[in-house]
């Protein structure tokens, strides 16, 4: 089965991930996320549901402005049902690719 991957627009700070238009998004897999750290270690909360919504994961970045990471989610992705919020704290930006 054929599955279009698109791109958010980078989250830069505590807040609903968005599409390129930009609209929240709504029931959605992540396939892979790209994090762009800054010197000091820091997390994407990842909730379904809004900022009081259900904790569906949480990444953790190095303490380095240079290294970003790139994760690939296996199978199908990461399911979110509702939409998809990030709580952002020394990350200095956060993409997603979903589908």
Do not use: C, W
Not at 2 to 11: E, G, R, W
Not at 21 to 50: C, E, H, N, Q
Not at 69 to 87: A, C, M, Q, R
């Amino acid at each position: 089965m054929t599955i279009d991957v698109l791109v958010s627009v980078p989250l830069t700070s505590t807040g609903q991930f968005t599409n390129q238009t930009p609209i929240a998004l709504g029931r959605t897999r992540i396939k892979a996320v790209y994090m762009i750290p800054t010197g000091t270690a820091g997390s994407v909360i990842f909730r379904d549901g809004g900022s009081g919504g259900a904790t569906v994961m949480t990444l953790n970045t190095v303490a380095s402005a240079t290294q970003p990471t790139y994760l690939i989610f296996p199978g199908e992705g990461v399911l979110f049902t509702t939409n998809v919020h990030g709580t952002v704290t020394n990350v200095t930006s956060a993409t997603i690719f979903y589908g």
